[in-house]
């Protein structure tokens, strides 16, 4: 499941680019995993074409939240939850 949610997170990053997105530098990728049984993880990246992703979780469940360069300019946030009933988004423009 939170392998699912992380997947959709990239895919949506990735179906956001455009040709000036391709030559975009990563400022920051980092992951963290606590390999206790538990499965706990936090994980952000950032770009400079403002394309972020930050998440964190564990087996129960994932909180996290990605911002993606609009058409106007102005950032979107999408913030959600991801656990045993699902993936719960909340659009923020």
Do not use: W
């Not at 469940?61 to 946030?77: A, S």
């Amino acid at each position: 499941m939170l392998k699912f949610a992380f997947v959709f997170a990239l895919l949506v990053t990735l179906a956001s680019c455009n040709e000036e997105d391709f030559n975009a530098v990563l400022l920051k990728a980092e992951n963290h995993q606590n390999l206790d049984g538990a499965g706990q993880f936090n994980h952000e990246t950032s770009v400079s074409n403002g394309i972020q992703v930050k998440a964190q979780g564990n087996v129960n469940g994932v909180q996290g939240e990605y911002f993606l360069p609009g058409e106007d300019g102005k950032q979107i946030r999408v913030t959600y939850t991801a656990d045993a009933t699902g993936f719960h988004p909340k659009v923020e423009e």
